[in-house]
């Protein structure tokens, strides 16, 4: 039990401190295979000598915050053993006394180390859907000279679709294995701690605009299933 421990301490870090989308998908693949083979789950795990805590992992998004994003937050959320909410930032300012945003977070919470995977995984995932709308961008450029960069709600369209494309991949990862959709059941410690310490208000309607090219969507969606599909990464355990 102490090698499976020391491999799964060794992948926190890893995802933990993830560069690249690579390195965090990777060591996410590698801790979802060796918990499934082990049937374990984090809390399981002797991390420590204590019972998990339930533990928080704020993402700073900036002040504006795409729709696509905060779905992002709940798919990850969702297949990481953990919730999320959004929390905003406030400070008065010195000589208007008035409250102004200072920063905007996607906050992960879990058990023991469960929010800082799925921050770490969000942060990756995040990044990777920028990086491939912009290779997309380029690519479409080049095949039909058309510019999309910056056509109203095409990057909308396309992060939306790579986030729905992601989310089939993982129900479909899920339903193929029973042993895999347990272990990434949200455990019900995490849900009764974001009722009793947090009074999480529904946001309203967000407005967002999408294009109305729909092969623009389409085209995140296939993108964001093959990520899916590759995303609990390279065995590095």
Same mark, same amino acid.
């Given at each position: #039990? ?8 060794k992948?926190?870090? #890893? ?24 049937? #374990? ?12 805590? %339930? ?29 999320s ?9 010195f ?9 905007k977070? %996607?906050?992960?919470?879990?058990? $023991?180390?469960? &929010?800082?995977?799925a $921050? ?23 095949e039909?000279?058309?510019? %999309?960069?910056? @056509? ?20 479909? @990862? ?8 347990? $272990?990434?059941v ?24 999408? &294009? @109305?090219?729909? &092969?623009?969507?389409? $085209?995140?969606?296939e ?9 609990? %990464?390279?065995?590095?355990?």
């Amino acid at each position: #039990m102490a090698t499976v421990n020391d491999k799964i301490k060794k992948i926190l870090a #890893m995802i933990d401190g993830a560069t690249t989308e690579g390195e965090a998908r990777a060591a996410s693949l590698a801790l979802q295979r060796l918990l499934v083979a082990n049937d #374990m789950t984090l809390d399981e795990i002797s991390l420590s000598d204590d019972a998990p805590e %339930i533990n928080e992992t704020g993402e700073d998004v900036g002040k504006r915050v795409a729709i696509w994003v905060k779905a992002l937050a709940y798919v990850i959320a969702s297949n990481y053993r953990c919730e999320s909410y959004f929390h905003v930032r406030h400070e008065r300012d010195f000589w208007t006394n008035r409250q102004k945003i200072t920063s905007k977070q %996607i906050v992960f919470v879990g058990e $023991a180390e469960d &929010s800082v995977v799925a $921050a770490g995984c969000f942060r990756a995932t995040r990044h990777a859907i920028e990086r491939c709308f912009t290779s997309y961008v380029d690519r479409r450029f080049r095949e039909t000279g058309e510019r %999309i960069g910056k @056509q109203s709600g095409s990057k909308n369209s396309y992060c939306l679709g790579f986030v729905e494309g992601l989310k089939q991949a993982y129900g479909e @990862q899920v339903a193929a294995d029973e042993s895999f959709a347990l $272990a990434v059941v949200v455990p019900e410690s995490v849900t009764r701690f974001i009722n009793e310490q947090h009074d999480i208000k529904t946001e309203p309607k967000q407005r967002y605009i999408v &294009s @109305q090219d729909t &092969s623009i969507h389409d $085209a995140g969606a296939e993108d964001g299933y093959g990520y899916g599909k590759g995303d609990r %990464i390279a065995d590095v355990a």
